[in-house]
């Protein structure tokens, strides 16, 4: 019962949040989770949303290389930049390190009037462009992605010469739309549906970088309501916006920081991994090693030592060897007989170990006969090359 409550008021969290953030292109859309799938309604939405993300058709980007090569200068810089789009607007970039030298500045701005639409209710506004470059960014993004709409298609690309986007109606690429874009290539490598590119979109405002941040709040509707508080109020406001900050950070760096552990553990294990291979190779470097500066070995004419040596490792005597059509036996003495047989078992560089003969029993010990063939392995043809 007590988890069916906080499955129900967990579901209904996510709700209330996603209610809050709607998506502005030819008319607005709230997003809504139906079966586990996020998806947008053109229901008619009462109340400007807390979120809103203005859609491509209501902005403006660009690319700009600038003459800085450190970033903290870089991101000042762009901040001071004149209006650079055809119409007056609200502007917003990220930033990019190309060299030492170098910072590519990317720019986005949506227009003045949807941007007032807005900034009288909602506490933030995001351009729709800006979160696709950064999922095509994260994602590493080959070519041409195309990203399914409300109505119609998004096409994006990433590339040296910087970001760029448009709209398609139709989903087709046009050929005036790649010129008018300077894009090389019409072919599409990736398809994103509306639910994953909604999901896309949310994950891109979470992964904003820090100075983008003061870009995307607006505090117009904060400021509002505190000027209408009585100071004592104000303060207490004030402390909650305050602790609510924190306890949003907090968690954030958590979740961060649970990501951070997942992925170090997961790297433990593949670093393990590596040891363990280093190990062996090691292991099998001291063996050849060993063979090689063998005195009693000037010089190895068959590949049967790589059986024997190790055999002989094992406490165990060999006591003849005879080669007949591609096959060798062994007449061996140890201890334990299953011991001879596991070992020859479990030897990659046989193949066909078969018993001969039964043990013999001789002074607390036990003689077999067993015949094999050895393995055609690469290692055994190179070795057989640098003797020849």
């Known amino acids: 019962m007590v988890k069916l409550l906080e499955k129900t008021l967990f579901k209904k969290l996510i709700n209330t949040c996603l209610s809050n953030v709607a998506i502005y292109s030819n008319e607005l859309y709230s997003l809504v989770k139906q079966e586990q799938q996020l998806t947008s309604s053109s229901s008619k939405i009462e109340t400007n949303p807390a979120i809103v993300i203005v859609g491509r058709e209501h902005c403006f980007e660009c690319t700009k290389d600038i003459p800085i090569g450190k970033f903290d200068e870089a991101i000042q810089a762009a901040s001071f930049v004149d209006n650079i789009a055809p119409f007056s607007g609200v502007n917003y970039f990220v930033a990019e390190s190309i060299s030492s030298e170098k910072t590519r500045i990317h720019y986005f701005m949506i227009k003045q009037s949807i941007y007032d639409e807005f900034s009288r209710s909602s506490l933030v506004i995001v351009p729709e462009s800006l979160l696709v470059y950064l999922y095509l960014k994260k994602d590493k993004v080959p070519g041409i992605a195309k990203l399914k709409r409300n109505k119609g298609y998004l096409f994006a690309t990433l590339n040296n010469d910087g970001f760029k986007s448009f709209i398609s109606e139709s989903g087709e690429l046009e050929i005036n739309q790649l010129l008018q874009y300077s894009i090389a290539t019409n072919e599409v490598?990736?398809?994103?549906?509306?639910?994953?590119?909604?999901?896309?979109?949310?994950?891109?405002?979470?992964?904003?970088?820090?100075?983008?941040?003061?870009?995307?709040?607006?505090?117009?509707?904060?400021?509002?309501?505190?000027?209408?508080?009585?100071?004592?109020?104000?303060?207490?406001?004030?402390?909650?916006?305050?602790?609510?900050?924190?306890?949003?950070?907090?968690?954030?760096?958590?979740?961060?920081?649970?990501?951070?552990?997942?992925?170090?553990?997961?790297?433990?294990?593949?670093?393990?991994?590596?040891?363990?291979?280093?190990?062996?190779?090691?292991?099998?470097?001291a063996f050849q090693a060993g063979i090689a500066n063998n005195t009693k070995l000037s010089t190895i004419t068959s590949d049967v030592w790589l059986v024997i040596l190790p055999l002989i490792s094992t406490n165990s005597e060999v006591l003849s060897i005879t080669y007949t059509s591609d096959e060798y036996t062994i007449r061996v003495k140890s201890p334990r007989s299953s011991e001879v047989i596991q070992f020859l078992s479990d030897n990659k560089n046989i193949t066909t170990p078969k018993i001969v003969s039964p043990a013999i029993k001789s002074r607390g010990k036990e003689i077999i006969s067993v015949k094999f063939s050895i393995a055609k392995t690469r290692y055994n043809t190179e070795l057989k090359n640098e003797h020849s």
């Open 189 to 285: 490598s990736v398809n994103v549906s509306h639910n994953d590119f909604l999901n896309n979109q949310l994950k891109g405002f979470f992964g904003l970088p820090r100075y983008c941040y003061k870009q995307v709040f607006n505090f117009f509707p904060i400021r509002k309501y505190l000027y209408l508080l009585p100071a004592k109020l104000m303060s207490v406001t004030i402390s909650c916006i305050i602790l609510l900050y924190f306890c949003i950070s907090s968690s954030w760096l958590y979740f961060q920081g649970s990501n951070l552990d997942s992925e170090l553990s997961e790297q433990r294990e593949l670093l393990n991994d590596v040891f363990a291979l280093q190990a062996s190779l090691d292991e099998e470097r």
